[in-house]
Every structure is written in structure tokens, then in C-alpha cells.
């Protein structure tokens, strides 16, 4: 099975006003989105995300391990490597939970099975990397460059993502006034969850995004995927500037 996150589906939509109104401090409004979000989800993907938010809006810690079980329950019924990034935070909060209402036997045995659920990510691709450099097949795309979002910081690692259109979001939002592309990749070494992204606003991985402190071979460019419009991209742009989030690098 091969899930694709999808911003424009309804359940997401909702899940992200409600994190937007978290951050403004409108928590109640926030909650009420979340339980929206969750009476809404028509399958085991919407209900896994959405049980997730509202569990973690529950100031009641039985509330709060219930929703959390339902998130749990509904990924492992989905039983998809890109919602299997998902486990380990899933039992960890599970077992806080247990932690809290002295249930200690539980609490281990979750301890120990986010632990057993962590490791190296199973994508298989195909992978994409988006930017601004006109390459050719064969190239290497190394780590060492400049952040697109912050110009004095320089990266440890090259990150590209089996998501095209966040490929084609990369391209948009890369340095330089060159032509975007979305290049086919193959890492050539190890790769890791891009930190930045897993667990920070939806569990796990969804987006599909990693890095490497490895280089990425070109072996292709990606010609079916859609440019953002300039008020897009000047919308993400706008987001970017006001983030006040620290890069994991």
C-alpha cells in the first residue's frame, strides 16, 4: 500500500487551521477543529491523523490515551511504510500516558515497542530533488550548501523527498533566478527522516522527506509536475520569513 499526503484533503485542510490557531493561542477554537477534523475522517489515514491532534489538545491524561490508542490503532490497520514513521511517537506518547496514571507495566512495555519501531526509513522511492541548478545525469548532489531558508546557514546534509510535488515546492523556493527542476535521484548512501519535518505538525513522516550526509545521483528529471503560481509561491515565502522554528541541521 502507498499512501500520498495530500494538503488539499478535507481532514488535513482542518487539521492545519487547527494547528494555526494553536499557534495563535486560541486553543479552544483549536480543539474544536481537531474534534471536527476527527467526526469527519472517513477512513483509517483521516482518522490516524486526526485522532492524533485531538488527542494531544486532551488535558484529561484517560482522554488523551484513548484518542492516542485510536491514532495507533488505525495506522497499523492502514499498515503503510509511509504512516510506519508514525510508531514510534505513537507508543511514546502512549506510554507517557501510561507513565501518568501510574500503570508502569503498560508504560515499559510501549517504552519498549517505540524503541523496536525505530530505525532506518523503508521508502523505496522513486526520489526527487528540487532546484534552481541546471545538472545533467550522473551529477552528484552533495550536502555543504546554503539554506533556503536561512542564508547563513550552511547544510550538513542534502535533503530530497519521494514527494514530487514537495520536490517541486524545494525547486520553487531554492536560491538562485535559474529555470526550477525536479531531478529523478538515487541516494547513494544512507538516509534519515528529515527531522525538520517528522513528528513537528503531523506524526511521523507523511511528507515523505529525507536526508543524507551521502551524495544523490541524478538519473533523471521530472517533467509532470506542477509549477506554483506566484501568489503560492510569495504565500510560502510569507510563512517562511514569519517562522520562528529552529533548523535541525
Not at 59 to 84: G, Q, Y
Not at 195 to 214: A, C, I, M, Q
Not at 232 to 239: L, M, V, Y
Request: with cysteine; net charge negative.
Amino acid at each position: 500500500m502507498n499512501i500520498k499526503f495530500d494538503p488539499k484533503n478535507n481532514i488535513i485542510k482542518l487539521c492545519m487551521i487547527g494547528m494555526g490557531l494553536n499557534d495563535s493561542g486560541k486553543v479552544e477554537e483549536a480543539k474544536a477543529m481537531f474534534q471536527k477534523a476527527f467526526e469527519e475522517a472517513a477512513d483509517d489515514y483521516e482518522k490516524f491523523i486526526a485522532a492524533y491532534h485531538l488527542a494531544k489538545q486532551q488535558e484529561n491524561i484517560t482522554e488523551k490515551l484513548r484518542l492516542m490508542e485510536i491514532s495507533l490503532k488505525c495506522a497499523l490497520n492502514i499498515n503503510d511504510d509511509n504512516v510506519k514513521s508514525a510508531y514510534p511517537n505513537l507508543y511514546e506518547n502512549i506510554a507517557k500516558c501510561y507513565e501518568e496514571l501510574n500503570d508502569f507495566d503498560n508504560a515499559k512495555r510501549n517504552y519498549e515497542l517505540a524503541e523496536a519501531n525505530k530505525g532506518a526509513p523503508s521508502d523505496k522511492g522513486p526520489f526527487y530533488h528540487g532546484t534552481k541548478v541546471a545538472l545533467k545525469v550522473g551529477d552528484l548532489l552533495t550536502a555543504g550548501g546554503v539554506s533556503n531558508y536561512k542564508e547563513e546557514l550552511k547544510m550538513n546534509h542534502i535533503y530530497f523527498t519521494a514527494n514530487l510535488n514537495g520536490a517541486a515546492l524545494a525547486a520553487a523556493l531554492a536560491k538562485g533566478e535559474g529555470m526550477e527542476h525536479v531531478y529523478i535521484i538515487e541516494p547513494t548512501g544512507e538516509f534519515e527522516n528529515d527531522p525538520n519535518v517528522t513528528d513537528k505538525k503531523f506524526p511521523g513522516n507523511l511528507t515523505r522527506s529525507y536526508r543524507s550526509t551521502e551524495p544523490l545521483k541524478i538519473v533523471g528529471e521530472a517533467t509532470d509536475w506542477i509549477k506554483l503560481s506566484t501568489t503560492e509561491k510569495s504565500k510560502w515565502q510569507d510563512n517562511i520569513a514569519k517562522s520562528k522554528g529552529e533548523i535541525i541541521n
